[in-house]
């Protein structure tokens, strides 16, 4: 991977970096940079033109309930209550490696650094914090940074609602696209991204000086 740490990094620098395939927790920035290796393929959906199927439709019936509030990335008890909830269920379910985290960490990764451009979208059942999804806005769609969410409301499938709900914010604001980020042909925890069409894949990673060239998959 090569890794690139900014202190007051802005909408522009940030949006530049996402397009050319970075990733973004906190102020540090990272992409693949593997010799010889192809494995991890950075994609964005087309929000505009993606369709909303039978499943789809009925994770939004499951969550008519579900209330949303879009704000900045907060920091507190239940936030990194649910995120090691979250991370401990996932350890169990696809052997995760968990790390315990703490309230400097969790603001290092999730709270630093978000400037103008990064948003918390989070999920309420009942007034109970169960889904938190970190998202950057960019010149022309949305960076799904990280989501995570409390396993007892699984039946809602939140991770699936939160990226309709991307997609859904994308087009209020007349945005395109959401970067999911790297999907992994053979990694469960990838793989699924690939699910989501029309999408287009970044062909190359480039500088800064340098044009993305993304190409819709067939």
């Known amino acids: 991977m090569e890794y690139r740490y900014i202190d007051g990094c802005d909408f522009a620098v940030n949006d530049a970096l996402a397009r050319r395939g970075f990733r973004r927790f906190g102020k540090y920035f990272s992409k693949p940079n593997c010799a010889g290796c192809r494995e991890c393929i950075n994609i964005r959906v087309d929000a505009l033109n993606f369709k909303f199927n039978k499943s789809a439709r009925r994770t939004m019936r499951k969550n008519e309930n579900t209330k949303i ?126 699910d989501y069409k029309p999408y287009e894949r970044l062909c190359e990673y480039v500088a800064l000086d340098e044009t993305p060239v993304w190409k819709k998959a067939e």
């Open 69 to 194: 509030i879009l704000t900045k990335p907060l920091l507190d008890d239940a936030h990194v209550a649910l995120y090691k909830k979250y991370h401990k269920f996932m350890q169990e379910k696809r052997e995760w490696k968990y790390y315990e985290l703490d309230f400097r960490r969790y603001y290092e990764l999730y709270v630093a650094g978000h400037a103008e451009f990064g948003k918390e979208i989070a999920y309420f059942a009942d007034g109970r914090l169960i889904g938190v999804d970190l998202v950057d806005i960019l010149s022309d769609g949305i960076s799904a940074v990280y989501c995570y969410y409390d396993p007892d409301f699984a039946d809602l499938s939140i991770g699936r609602y939160s990226l309709y709900q991307q997609i859904l914010l994308a087009r209020q604001l007349n945005l395109r696209w959401i970067y999911l980020g790297y999907y992994v042909k053979d990694c469960p925890s990838l793989a699924y991204k690939a």
